[in-house]
């Protein structure tokens, strides 16, 4: 059974950092593409970062030069730094994991991100 469990969200003040983690099991996640995504209060989902299974990355323009996604493939795991945070920042974060060929996707259970003074 695959299972995605995110973890490291919280309320942190602007300009601030967080660490969000993914951890993948039940897949073999060294061949998967790994995303980050948010969805803030009435808006849709929107991708923020993306890393492929050998490590090319992609960002949102609203993140880029703030937030870096990085994998751990020993550890199932991927990371999102979050730096210079905003309140537009604020949302829930998930994280998918994807393969070409490969019509299923999964989902974490998303963690809240929430910045504020």
């Known amino acids: 059974q695959v299972q995605l469990v995110e973890s490291g969200g919280g309320l942190v003040q602007p300009g601030g950092s967080l660490r969000l983690s993914c951890v993948a099991s039940?897949?073999?996640?060294?061949?998967?593409?790994m995303g980050w995504y948010r969805q803030a209060p009435g808006k849709q989902r929107e991708l923020v970062a993306s890393?492929?299974?050998?490590?090319?990355?992609d960002y949102a323009d609203s993140v880029k030069g703030r937030f870096a996604i990085s994998r751990d493939n020993a550890k199932n795991t991927v990371y999102l730094q979050m730096n210079s945070l905003t309140p537009e920042d604020t949302a829930v974060y998930y994280c998918?994991?994807?393969?070409?060929?490969?019509?299923?996707?999964?989902w974490g259970q998303g963690t809240q991100v929430t910045v504020s003074l």
């Open positions: 890393i492929s299974y050998v490590g090319n990355t």
């Open positions: 039940g897949v073999t996640f060294s061949r998967y593409r």
């Open positions: 998918k994991m994807s393969r070409s060929g490969f019509p299923r996707e999964y």
